[in-house]
């Protein structure tokens, strides 16, 4: 089992910016791949960004050039920068990690609200 530990959300103003962390810890090996996903009130989950344990990333569309994805292997954290924040991006924000391209693992979430 992995466990992942989200910290870092809050309210921000339009135009701020909030720094998610995400702390796995447990049985990491083989973990290919980490992320974040957000899920907004009345919608479905949407991917934000992944990061490759290769360090390969990929952005959503709605953050590109907003947000960044990073990862620091010895702390076996993930982080998202997120800068210039819209209203639209207020949503509780998930943590994923997958394990050998095939078991995946959530947080349990942690909460952004960008106050316009």
């Known amino acids: 089992q992995v466990q992942l530990v989200e910290s870092g959300g809050g309210l921000v103003q339009t135009g701020g910016s909030l720094r998610l962390s995400c702390a796995a810890s447990?049985?990491?090996?083989?973990?290919?791949?980490m992320g974040w996903y957000r899920q907004a009130p009345g919608k479905q989950r949407e991917l934000v960004a992944t990061?490759?344990?290769?360090?390969?990333?990929n952005y959503a569309d709605s953050v590109k050039g907003r947000f960044t994805i990073s990862r620091d292997n010895a702390k076996n954290t993930v982080y998202l920068q997120m800068n210039s924040l819209k209203p639209e991006d207020t949503a509780d924000y998930y943590c994923?990690?997958?394990?050998?391209?095939?078991?995946?693992?959530w947080g349990q979430g942690t909460q952004v609200t960008v106050s316009s």
């Open positions: 447990g049985t990491i090996f083989g973990i290919d791949r």
């Open positions: 994923n990690a997958r394990r050998y391209y095939s078991i995946e693992y």
């Open positions: 990061i490759t344990s290769g360090g390969s990333t």
